[in-house]
């Protein structure tokens, strides 16, 4: 082998090892121009369009093609899902589990406290784990068939920096939902937050995991017995641990 030949292997081998996306970064949607393929033991995971992540798992050759639904709709939530090997219930079309991914919540999904009831938003196991869809700027959530809606509960005041989450079987009437890539954001005109993908896991006497909205800086001054997450729309075909 030649010198130049030698030095040509060589740089090739490097801008191929670069060319992987690291543990939880982006490797594809619409007009990304980076790395495709994720480091070893990590899979390029299809959450929209827009967006594709490095997950947790052995690598395959092609993301996953079912998308959440953000926008339209409109329609009625399958009336029943069917369950997979575990409990975990089979992903309908159009939807997609929302899950943390950092510790101490890595891999709890979002669902109702009580399951399938107007009740609190917790993180849960992924056996458990509910579907929802974003639409016309509401978090919904398939209660086997019937849909409940996101509530961001009002700020009482201007030193109060956390919102419960709760379902309800009416329609938000204040706040926006939205999925930015794969992280849900939250917003409303009348709150100027650091960051719109900020949310605080608080667990209640029970240990219920219970969500709320974080109006104050992430991973700054975390209110005490709560864990600052972001939650991410997930579209394997079932939850996994």
């Not at 943390?100 to 979002?110: I, Q, S």
């Not at 079987?169 to 954001?185: I, L, M, R």
């Amino acid at each position: 082998m030649t010198r130049l030949t030698f030095i040509l292997a060589v740089s090739s081998a490097i801008s191929y090892a670069s060319a992987q996306s690291p543990a939880y970064g982006q490797c594809g949607g619409q007009g990304w121009s980076g790395a495709t393929t994720c480091v070893s033991g990590w899979t390029c995971t299809y959450s929209n369009p827009y967006y594709s992540q490095c997950l947790p798992g052995a690598a395959s050759s092609a993301p996953s093609t079912t998308a959440p639904s953000s926008t339209g709709g409109g329609g009625s939530p399958p009336s029943s899902t069917s369950t997979a090997t575990g409990g975990s219930a089979t992903l309908q079309a159009g939807y997609s589990f929302i899950r943390a991914v950092e510790d101490p919540n890595f891999h709890k999904y979002l669902q109702s406290e009580i399951l399938n009831t107007a009740s609190d938003a917790v993180l849960g196991d992924p056996s458990t784990a509910a579907q929802f869809q974003i639409t016309n700027g509401q978090l919904i959530q398939n209660a086997n068939g019937t849909p409940l809606y996101a509530i961001v509960e009002p700020r009482a005041n201007s030193t109060v920096n956390k919102l419960k989450v709760s379902w309800s079987k009416t329609p938000a009437t204040s706040g926006t939902f939205v999925f930015s890539g794969d992280t849900v954001e939250w917003s409303t005109p009348d709150i100027t937050r650091p960051q719109d993908n900020a949310w605080l896991v608080c667990p209640d006497a029970a240990g219920n995991k219970l969500l709320y909205v974080n109006l104050g800086a992430y991973d700054y001054m975390t209110p005490a017995g709560c864990a600052d997450e972001t939650i991410h729309a997930y579209t394997g075909a079932t939850a996994t641990a």
